[in-house]
């Protein structure tokens, strides 16, 4: 099956900073989404971005399908952006049978 | 969007028994899925619920063994059965609309 590899695994930033958090995967595929879940354990849709780029606020994404990478720029982080960030992906176009990556742990301090 | 009641939020139990969960989306949907998410690790798949037909079961895990029922398009349960401290996990539901998943705020199980 295919392969999500996420980097780096651990971040620490302090509050302001900026990131950039980085999804590959090991084949082609038709849907890609990234997800925040909180300290509480839950998980937030941030993204739909199979191709192209986005942004919401301080958060945007970019994936580059062709060379099978997606990245989650953060900017001015706070502490609320606090917790693990996966991305997921599938080879069809709908959100099933969504395979995630092994997430990257941020944790934002004053 | 989707939004997504899960119950119950967490539940201790003793190995042998059986949790059923319960899951109910605020709108009709087409795809339902469960996933687990074992301590500090990713998340995997167990099953696509979709209403009308028997859930589709991923690679690892069988209907024997975490049986699903989705009566409607709103609502879906996953039984845990016979359950061992392997088991201990946190279980979630899933939703999609259009192409982007939602999620509940999931089970969190311990099995003594």
């Known amino acids: 099956g295919i392969q999500v590899e996420q980097s780096p695994p651990d971040l620490i930033l302090q509050e302001g900073a900026n990131s950039t958090l980085r999804c590959n995967f090991s084949d082609s595929v038709n849907n890609l989404q990234w997800f925040h879940q909180n300290p509480w354990g839950q998980l937030i849709n941030l993204f739909y971005?199979?191709?192209g780029t986005k942004q919401n606020g301080r958060l945007s994404a970019t994936t580059v399908a062709t060379e099978r990478y997606s990245l989650l720029y953060i900017s001015s982080s706070q502490t609320t952006d606090s917790g693990v960030y996966f991305c997921?992906?599938?080879?069809?176009?709908?959100?099933?049978?969504?395979?995630f990556g092994t997430g990257t742990r941020l944790q934002v301090t004053l | 969007s989707a939004v997504i009641s899960q119950k119950p939020s967490r539940d201790i139990c003793q190995r042998g028994t059986s949790l059923t969960i319960q899951c109910q989306v605020d709108?009709?949907?087409?795809?339902m899925f469960w996933y687990r998410q074992q301590p500090g690790q990713s998340l995997t798949l167990i099953a696509t619920?979709?209403?009308?037909?028997?859930?589709?079961?991923e690679s690892g895990f069988v209907i024997d063994k975490f049986p699903i029922s989705r009566p409607n398009l709103t609502f879906s349960t996953l039984t845990v059965s016979n359950m061992s401290p392997e088991d201990s996990s946190i279980y979630l539901c899933s939703a999609a609309t259009n192409e982007k998943l939602f999620f509940g705020s999931g089970t969190q199980l311990s099995v003594l």
């Open positions: 971005i199979p191709s």
């Open positions: 997921a992906v599938s080879q069809g176009g709908t959100a099933s049978k969504l395979t």
């Open positions: 709108s009709q949907v087409t795809m």
């Open positions: 619920a979709n209403q009308g037909s028997e859930a589709t079961y």
